[in-house]
């Protein structure tokens, strides 16, 4: 059974950085994809960037999201952090059956318990 748990989420200033970590029960970096999706309070969930078994590493405008294959954690680094994206944030991991990855959220079979950004000054 995989098991996912985030760690990471704080309070920061608009401007500011901040990284998450998604740390698997198992190794998973050939078998999945890793999805980050965020929940803002009165909004649908969002997908955030997803990382695909076949790849250690991808960017996206402000977000970046790498594999650490030794610590079986995957992280989300954010910059330039805005209040919008204030949000719980979830890792997802989904079984890998292409070469990329995608967003949809029914492809997603393990999630985390979330980790809470807040953007405020």
């Known amino acids: 059974q995989l098991e996912l748990v985030e760690s990471g989420g704080d309070l920061v200033q608009p401007g500011g950085s901040l990284r998450l970590s998604c740390t698997s029960s198992?190794?998973?970096?050939?078998?999945?994809?890793i999805g980050w999706f965020r929940k803002a309070p009165g909004k649908d969930r969002e997908g955030v960037l997803c990382?695909?078994?076949s790849d250690s590493a991808t960017q996206k405008g402000r977000f970046t999201l790498w594999r650490d294959y030794a610590k079986n954690g995957v992280y989300l680094q954010m910059s330039s952090l805005k209040p919008e994206d204030t949000a719980v944030y979830h890792c997802?991991?989904?079984?890998?059956?292409?070469?990329?990855?995608?967003?949809?959220?029914?492809?997603?079979?393990?999630w985390g318990q979330g980790t809470q950004v807040t953007v405020s000054a």
């Open positions: 198992v190794p998973s970096s050939k078998d999945y994809n």
């Open positions: 990382l695909s078994a």
């Open positions: 997802a991991a989904a079984p890998a059956t292409s070469s990329s990855c995608s967003l949809d959220v029914p492809l997603y079979n393990y």
